[in-house]
């Protein structure tokens, strides 16, 4: 898959959205994320997502959330529910928060699993 070519409608994709936040605003974007993310898990084709918290308050992208939906279409669905959009606009109509964030859909081109070891 080349940068600009979506993966195929029938692929399994990985959501990843890097987000860049003050620390002093994390636990406020978690709230309001809790609630975006009980819309999505209710869409056809979502699989699981996890945001993942930076452990140092120094670090740039204090968030990462990683969701794997079960196509393109299915996530491209999902993004389109009003309410989620709703949602989305509240957020960046918020003057008070200040949040950059850099979403993409990716596909596994490679990867590594430690077997169990007895």
Known sequence: MSQDSKPADDATV??????????????????????????MSTAPGFRDSRLH????????????????????????????????????????DDRSVEVSASPALYEVVASYHEETRM
């Open 14 to 39: 990985t959501f990843i959205n890097v987000i860049e936040v003050p620390a002093e605003q994390v636990d406020m974007f978690i709230a309001q994320w809790r609630e975006r993310a009980k819309i």
């Open 53 to 92: 918290r930076a452990v140092s308050s120094k670090t740039r992208f204090q968030l990462v959330n990683v969701a794997h939906w079960d196509s393109h279409q299915a996530w491209e669905a999902a993004m389109s529910h009003p309410e989620f959009q709703a949602r989305m606009r509240a957020l960046e």
